[in-house]
Each structure stands twice: as C-alpha cells, then as structure tokens.
C-alpha cells in the first residue's frame, strides 16, 4: 500500500499550490482521505479531509476558505487546492487513507501515510 504527495513547493504569500496524493486503486478502495501538515517544532495536525464518494468534506478553521480537497476516484487521486497561501502554511503535507470511508480529524483513525511533500511560503 503506497501513497504518494506531491506537488509541494516554495510560493509566495497569497499564492496558490496545488498537491496531489495518488495510490494505486485497492488503496483508495471505499477509504476517506485526509490532508495533514506538520511545521518544524510543531505536532502534525489536520487540515482537510474528503469521503470516499466527495459528498463530505472538512477543513481546519485555519484553512477554511482557502483551502479545497478534491478527488477523482477514476484517477486514484485527491487533491488539495490551496490558495492566498500564508507564511504560517510552511509544513511538510501528507496525504493519508482513513480507515473507513469518511475522512476523520484524528490521526488515530488513518492508517495509511504517504510520505510527505514540503510547502514553504515566503512572506
């Protein structure tokens, strides 16, 4: 089972990345998908996550209205789209598979972690 972030990068302040996460389709197989990051210092934290069929979605209250988490289970993949990006998003992102088909805030509940992808934002 692999999963994979990618798309990260160095922007600046009010710019706009876009990361993917893909796995192969027995991964996302039924499975809701988190995005987490975790700044140097600083304990990995949640920041969005998508149910397996897309009807459900949920962000950080740092993030809300920034941020947008997709997916297209025809492509094995999920997205998130991050815009009028801070410097305070500078964290390595990864992407994991949650342990049922919603996408929970908790990293108890996902089993799964791609490695992640470095997003720093300059002021």
């Known amino acids: 089972v692999q999963l994979q972030a990618s798309g990260g990068g160095l922007v600046q302040a009010g710019g706009s990345l876009r990361l993917s996460c893909t796995a192969s389709k027995r991964t996302f197989s039924n499975n809701g998908v988190g995005?987490?990051?975790?700044?140097?210092?600083?304990?990995?934290?949640?920041?969005?996550?998508?149910?397996?069929?897309?009807?459900?979605?949920?962000?950080?209250?740092?993030?809300?209205?920034?941020?947008?988490?997709?997916?297209?289970n025809a492509k094995n993949t999920v997205y998130l789209q991050m815009n009028s990006l801070k410097p305070e998003d500078t964290a390595v992102y990864y992407c994991a598979r949650d342990r049922t088909s919603l996408a929970h805030t908790s990293e108890k509940d996902y089993n799964y972690w791609g490695r992640g992808t470095q997003v720093t934002v300059s002021s």
Do not use: L, N
């Open 35 to 72: 995005w987490f990051r975790q700044a140097p210092g600083k304990e990995r934290e949640f920041v969005a996550g998508i149910s397996w069929r897309g009807e459900f979605t949920s962000y950080a209250d740092s993030v809300k209205d920034r941020f947008t988490t997709s997916r297209d």
